[in-house]
C-alpha cells in the first residue's frame, strides 16, 4: 500500500510561486508513474501534471504548461510540483496520485491517492 502526503499549500498572491510536495511510502516507487490534480469547490477533480517512474516523461495540462514543472526526486521518493505565476483561477485543493499506467490524465487511472493540499490564490 502506498501512502501519500501532500505538503506546501497555502495562500499566495496572483503571480506568485509555490512548490508542493508529495512524500511517497513505497518502494520501489520508481515504478509508479505520479500524478498531480485539483479541485476546485463545485466542480470535479481535474488533471494538472504527470511524471514517468523513471522521470524522464513529463504530461501537462494545457492550462499550467508554462508555468507549472513537475518533478520527482528518487532519493527522497518526493515528488514536486513547482507553480509559478499563478492565477486565482488555480485556486483549489492539490492531490497527488500513484499508478502504474502511462499516460494516466484521468482520476479513475490512479490508484493511491494523497489528502491533498489546499491552495489559494488571490486576485
Known amino acids: 500500500q502506498v501512502q501519500l502526503v501532500e505538503s506546501g499549500g497555502g495562500l499566495v498572491q496572483a503571480g506568485g510561486s509555490l512548490r508542493l510536495s508529495c512524500a511517497a511510502s513505497e518502494r520501489p516507487w520508481s515504478s509508479y508513474t505520479m500524478g498531480w490534480f485539483h479541485q476546485a469547490p463545485g466542480k470535479e477533480r481535474e488533471f494538472v501534471a504527470a511524471?514517468?517512474?523513471?522521470?524522464?516523461?513529463?504530461n501537462y495540462a494545457d492550462s499550467v504548461k508554462g508555468r507549472f514543472t513537475i518533478s520527482r526526486d528518487h532519493a527522497k521518493n518526493t515528488v514536486y510540483l513547482q507553480m509559478n505565476s499563478l492565477k486565482p483561477e488555480d485556486t483549489a485543493v492539490y492531490y497527488c496520485?500513484?499508478?502504474?499506467?502511462?499516460?494516466?490524465?484521468?482520476?479513475?487511472?490512479?490508484?493511491?491517492w494523497g489528502q491533498g493540499t489546499p491552495v489559494t490564490v488571490s486576485s
Open positions: 496520485a500513484a499508478t502504474s499506467s502511462w499516460p494516466a490524465t484521468v482520476p479513475r487511472e490512479y490508484v493511491y
Open positions: 511524471i514517468s517512474g523513471s522521470g524522464g516523461t513529463t
